[in-house]
């Protein structure tokens, strides 16, 4: 059976663009992605009787609508207002979610306002759609003729769990949706897109079910193979030989599968060969640092660092000899060395990796321009060093010269 | 006199999530800041029914509505069809427009295709939009009640100089809008959406132009003030009283106006006052450190930081006695205090920062749960701490546990 639906995301700030509505896209996918189709988006005001309206004319057109936003305690927070002007129906308080957010504000230590306690009302006899990472309840309330209205919470942290773990289940569920897309990411870093689509070019052709796509983003790629099946197995047994013959082709290249970042498979390499790490940072100015500790359990391999920023933190941190940093300045080959060491040294790690290079956007030279990055890892026997220039503003150049370091730091560990 | 427009983005591949529709957010700007106002906005496929009507629907409810997309050579791009059905209108060859095509196909060396020509038709009696960096014209077409259709291209780089050239001055000219809004931002930390809106919530009721909005972030809001006006200058005479109003009511939790980052209002601040920092970071393991160092300009205030993420690292990089660790722990006001010294002695600073917690998802206990966060600021005269307990995931934690650090050394430098 199939099940076709409308999408509306509400909010005065997207009609003024001053918010880039990545809800919609991130539904549509999820949606398509489940069989479900999507035959129309709208955005619409935080405006009571024109969120209803949309409701209404797109309930004429589909089996059912999904609203994103409008859902929060303020008094321009409309959408459930306005669901129940489309139904016809009052609504209700919901004890247990009323409870949830007490709670809620409890472990805060903060005190629960009267306006909160709206977040807790949902229309009569919906159905809440549960949200593990916030106060505001979704729900889903169906009108006579058994279409239905479904809203959840504009954040995004706490609208994608709400969608995958409760509503598209109860969709697929109800409306008996058997097929589904399965995708497979392989992440790729260090290897340019034209490079990727030149190894795999022919499968690439060769292929419609599975479907093979190639995304770059910020220094990396991800190639990705999606089956679509009647169950998840046979999904797998339709990309597994693909997914093999992939890898094969881009060997040292690819550092994780689906939601693996790099950070993980770095922490999963440290632990898997029993190695220990601390990092020196000066132009990537703790992100490199924020990279693996956003890893659950990187602490039982990453022991610290230091951010070196100014030349004395250099100096009395990481040990740089001031002769090193008078004749060949912070921004060299040899002062990243003598931070990695440092670092591992100092911290009494097994493997020690820095970053220094000039973030900009001012501090250029001639002969060292604005996103010039040296790069050193030492692990105590073979010390390596790189140095990369990287192009844009100063935010581009820090995350560029991060997401290289652990590219390197990646292949450093895969290939010992 | 004021118009009120819809805006229709037209292709399948929006409905399947696979591309970010950044065309309405542009057109939704631009027609914000010049007076026009954006009353819903829409998605739908490369279906001529469904866009058709669409646009019929949305010509009930305004004055006209502007399309992006679906103007190409190929078989499904189809809104200048779905146009004429909505308008009652036929296509006709728009001579200057082929000629131009023809021109622009032979400077390429290019041979111009069959279905190249269809581009060069446009509604009989429209206006056509001139399309200087591609070969597809847009045009506008009106209705016998002077409602109008306007339509563009999807490829933003041939989209946005026709907006900016051709239609928006077409529009403001002949609909006489003199107004533009001038916007503008006063950015809040550690005050929730419902707390400021509970503040404010008199001044959010009574004024209509100036408008307020509030915009909750990750632990922060933003409280936002629109004025429509003749003149910039008019339109700041509007703000400054209601700015004023807002300031005092909000006193000592806005950090910044318009685009300054929480980051950058604390390097300005330390720049201000003659002062260095340095972080000793815990749990947000480096979040803390690259937040201040994504600030051009922060090398000259943020000397560096220690991620002491090991208790081996809290003792030998920044001097927490052992003896405070074995009796009360890492994740305690004794050791965020001592930590936060340390990172001030060792680095020579006038002010260090500290955290330390449980991000989780493991290590917690019943006295010590996770999301238990200590903070510490030391000056050298006054050490201060704090704690909260944050909720969420392992990322929202740290994030929400960086966001605070912010905002607690904002506020100290802010009364220093």
Same mark, same amino acid.
């Given at each position: 059976?199939?099940?076709?639906?409308?999408?509306?995301?509400?909010?005065?700030?997207?009609?003024?663009?001053?918010?880039?509505?990545?809800?919609?896209?991130?539904?549509?996918?999820?949606?398509?992605?489940?069989?479900?189709?999507?035959?129309?988006?709208?955005?619409?005001?935080?405006n009571r009787a024109r969120i209803a309206a949309t409701l209404r004319a797109?309930l004429?057109?589909?089996?059912?609508?999904?609203t994103?936003?409008g859902?929060?305690?303020?008094?321009?927070?409309l959408t459930k207002e306005a669901v129940c002007d489309a139904l016809g129906l009052e609504t209700?308080?919901?004890?247990?979610?009323?409870?949830?957010?007490?709670?809620?504000?409890?472990?805060?230590?903060?005190?629960?306002?009267?306006?909160?306690?709206?977040?807790?009302?949902?229309p009569r006899?919906?159905?809440?759609?549960?949200?593990?990472?916030?106060?505001?309840?979704?729900?889903?309330a169906?009108d006579?003729?058994?279409?239905?209205v479904?809203s959840?919470?504009?954040?995004?942290?706490?609208?994608?769990?709400?969608?995958?773990?409760?509503?598209?289940?109860?969709?697929?569920?109800?409306?008996?949706?058997?097929?589904?897309?399965?995708?497979?990411?392989?992440?790729?870093?260090?290897?340019?897109?034209?490079?990727?689509?030149?190894?795999?070019?022919?499968?690439?052709?060769?292929?419609?079910?599975?479907?093979?796509?190639?995304?770059?983003?910020?220094?990396?790629?991800?190639?990705?193979?999606?089956?679509?099946? !009647?169950? =998840?197995? %046979?999904? /797998?047994?339709?990309?597994?030989?693909? +997914? &093999?013959?992939?890898? $094969?082709?881009?060997?040292?290249?690819?550092?994780?599968?689906?939601?693996?970042?790099?950070?993980?498979?770095?922490?999963?390499?440290?632990?898997?060969?029993?190695?220990?790490?601390?990092?020196?940072?000066?132009?990537?100015?703790?992100?490199?640092?924020?990279?693996?500790?956003?890893?659950?359990?990187?602490?039982?391999?990453?022991?610290?660092?230091?951010?070196?920023?100014?030349?004395?933190?250099?100096?009395?941190?990481?040990?740089?000899?001031?002769?090193?940093?008078?004749?060949?300045?912070?921004? !060299?080959? =040899?002062? %990243?060395? /003598?931070?990695?060491?440092?670092?591992? +040294? &100092?911290?009494?790690? $097994?493997?020690?990796?820095?970053?220094?290079?000039?973030?900009?956007?001012?501090?250029?030279?001639?002969?060292?321009?604005?996103?010039?990055?040296?790069?050193?890892?030492?692990?105590?026997?073979?010390?390596?060093?790189?140095?990369?220039?990287?192009?844009?503003?100063?935010?581009?150049?820090?995350?560029?010269?991060?997401?290289?370091?652990?590219?390197?730091?990646?292949?450093?560990?895969?290939?010992?």
């Open positions: 059976m199939s099940l076709r639906v409308e999408l509306v995301a509400v909010g005065t700030e997207l009609l003024l663009g001053q918010l880039t509505d990545t809800n919609t896209v991130h539904v549509a996918q999820q949606l398509a992605g489940n069989g479900i189709d999507v035959l129309g988006t709208h955005a619409v005001g935080d797109a004429e057109r589909v089996d059912g609508v999904i994103t936003g859902l929060g305690p303020t008094v321009d927070d209700e308080l919901h004890e247990p979610s009323l409870r949830q957010m007490q709670e809620f504000f409890a472990s805060m230590g903060r005190e629960m306002r009267e306006n909160n306690r709206k977040q807790a009302e949902i006899g919906a159905h809440v759609l549960e949200n593990p990472r916030g106060t505001a309840p979704g729900f889903i169906f006579e003729r058994g279409k239905f479904a959840m919470p504009g954040v995004p942290r706490e609208m994608k769990p709400m969608l995958a773990e409760y509503l598209i289940p109860l969709l697929r569920e109800r409306y008996g949706i058997a097929e589904a897309i399965t995708t497979r990411y392989l992440h790729t870093i260090n290897l340019g897109e034209s490079e990727i689509d030149h190894r795999i070019d022919d499968l690439f052709r060769a292929s419609e079910n599975p479907k093979i796509a190639v995304l770059a983003h910020e220094g990396q790629c991800d190639v990705k193979i999606m089956a679509k099946a !009647s169950s =998840r197995a %046979a999904a /797998e047994e339709m990309i597994a030989p693909l +997914e &093999r013959e992939i890898l $094969a082709r881009l060997e040292g290249f690819v550092y994780a599968r689906d939601n693996e970042s790099i950070g993980a498979a770095i922490v999963r390499l440290l632990a898997e060969r029993g190695r220990t790490l601390a990092t020196a940072e000066s132009c990537t100015g703790g992100r490199l640092a924020s990279a693996i500790t956003a890893v659950p359990g990187a602490s039982a391999v990453y022991l610290g660092g230091v951010v070196a920023y100014d030349n004395a933190v250099k100096i009395g941190e990481l040990g740089v000899a001031e002769q090193t940093l008078e004749e060949v300045g912070a921004v !060299s080959e =040899r002062t %990243a060395l /003598e931070m990695a060491r440092g670092a591992r +040294e &100092r911290l009494r790690t $097994a493997i020690g990796i820095a970053t220094t290079g000039i973030a900009g956007p001012s501090g250029g030279t001639p002969e060292k321009p604005v996103g010039l990055v040296w790069f050193a890892i030492d692990d105590g026997k073979q010390p390596q060093s790189w140095s990369f220039t990287f192009r844009g503003d100063r935010d581009a150049i820090q995350r560029r010269a991060t997401t290289m370091a652990l590219g390197l730091l990646w292949r450093v560990l895969d290939r010992s």
